[in-house]
Structures are given as C-alpha cells and as structure tokens.
T-cell receptor
Framework: SQTIHQWPATLVQPVGSPLSLECTVE??????LYWYRQAAGRGLQLLFY??????ISSEVPQNLSASRPQDRQFILSSKKLLLSDSGFYLC??????????FGPGTRLTVL | GENVEQHPSTLSVQEGDSAVIKCTYS??????FPWYKQELGKRPQLIID?????GEKKDQRIAVTLNKTAKHFSLHITETQPEDSAVYFC????????????FGPGTRLSVLP
C-alpha cells in the first residue's frame, strides 16, 4: 500500500533563516506531487505541483521553491523565511484518476 | 480555470440533526468531486467522492449529490455526532488533469451535544 511521509513534523525558525521540508511517497511510481500551505483556520493554498522528476509548476509567486530530485521525493525550500511563511505545510500525491492523499504535514512557525 | 465556491463557511447543528454543505464549480469539464474532512491539527482525509457519471453516492451516514447542469454538488451528513465536528473541503478536478485539484475554502462544522 502507498504511504506518504513528511518531515519534520514541527519546525520553529527565525526570520531570514533557510528552510527545507521533505516529502517522500512509498508504494507507487510516477505520482503527481503537490505542496500546499494552510494558514491557521484557512483553506488549502496550492504552492507547487510536479508531474515528474525535475518538472515543477508554481501556482503563486513567493520566496519558496520546490524540487523533485527523485520520482518519489518532493522538497520545499526557502533561502530566507518571512513571518508570513508560517503555516501548516501539506504534501500530497495522486495518480491519474484518483484522489489526492495528504501527508501528515509540517507545522512551521517563523519568529 | 476552475473556481470552487463553498457554503456555508461555518455550520453548527445539534447532535442527531443533518448537515448540508454545498459547493459550486465553474468548469463544466470537471468530472471528479471529492470531499475531505480535516480534524484540528491533522491532515485532510477523503471521506467520499463522486464522478460525473453518477448523480448520488452514499456511504452510511454520508452522501454526496451532483447536479452537472447546475454545476453544484453537496455533502449530506445525517444523524450527526460530535466526532463529525471538523473542517470539510470540497474539490473539483478534470479528467486526466492530475495537477488540477481545486479546493473550496472549507466549512467548519460544529456538532453540539
């Protein structure tokens, strides 16, 4: 069966520091991968999606970037965090014709 | 592109009553409509979905209806229980468009004991 992992689970970082969040999927090949951000009490904002290795599409302009160095690995990065980057970051995967499956999330607090 | 609206944004019901959440979509090519439940601090999880070739689908106390002509779909929860309290998100996606899940803004459901 398929599983999706995210780490770390929680993170507290100072403003201006770098960020790296990792997401990996097991049990499937060539998944579509997604990064979402959810501010407290808000909806799901799609940040990036990827349909294959090295293929990244950005939905909103921001100081974040994403990379997909391997088929089942998706990384969200920032060179300098802003206060507004705080939130709950969710990775998700899907295969054609199926629903999205979400990872457990990373709660990021930027101070 | 697709736009999904969701109403109400908050909903409070008494335990045992029914709850209905409605979503509308704009792209007539969308053909897959999942509903997710997100409990506080946890990931969204799929609770039910419907494809465009079906008008209604039911799973125990949860049902979803789809009106393709009007481009709206609804989540129905009967005999609500306190554990149904959560945020519910609807979404729409086009066939084969794996990257294009568009989510509604969410509905916070509170079931009062």
């Amino acid at each position: 069966s398929q599983t999706i992992h995210q780490w770390p689970a929680t993170l507290v970082q100072p403003v201006g520091s770098p960020l790296s969040l990792e997401c990996t999927v097991e049990g499937t090949s060539n998944p579509n991968l997604y990064w979402y951000r959810q501010a407290a009490g808000r909806g799901l904002q799609l940040l990036f999606y990827s349909v294959g290795i090295g293929q990244i599409s950005s939905e909103v302009p921001q100081n974040l970037s994403a990379s997909r160095p391997q088929d089942r690995q998706f990384i969200l990065s920032s060179k300098k965090l802003l206060l507004s980057d705080s939130g709950f970051y969710l990775c998700a995967w899907s295969a054609l014709g199926t629903e999205q499956f979400f990872g457990p999330g990373t709660r990021l607090t930027v101070l | 592109g697709e736009n999904v609206e969701q109403h109400p944004s908050t909903l409070s019901v008494q335990e045992g009553d029914s709850a209905v959440i409605k979503c509308t979509y704009s792209d007539s090519a969308s053909n897959y409509f999942p509903w997710y439940k997100q409990e506080l601090g946890k990931r969204p999880q799929l609770i039910i979905d419907i494809r465009s070739n079906v008008g209604e689908k039911k799973d125990q106390r949860i049902a979803v209806t789809l009106n393709k002509t009007a481009k709206h779909f609804s989540l129905h929860i009967t005999e609500t229980q306190p554990e149904d309290s959560a945020v519910y998100f609807c979404a729409a996606r086009k066939h084969g468009d794996g990257q294009n899940f568009v989510f509604g803004p969410g509905t916070r459901l509170s079931v009062l004991p």
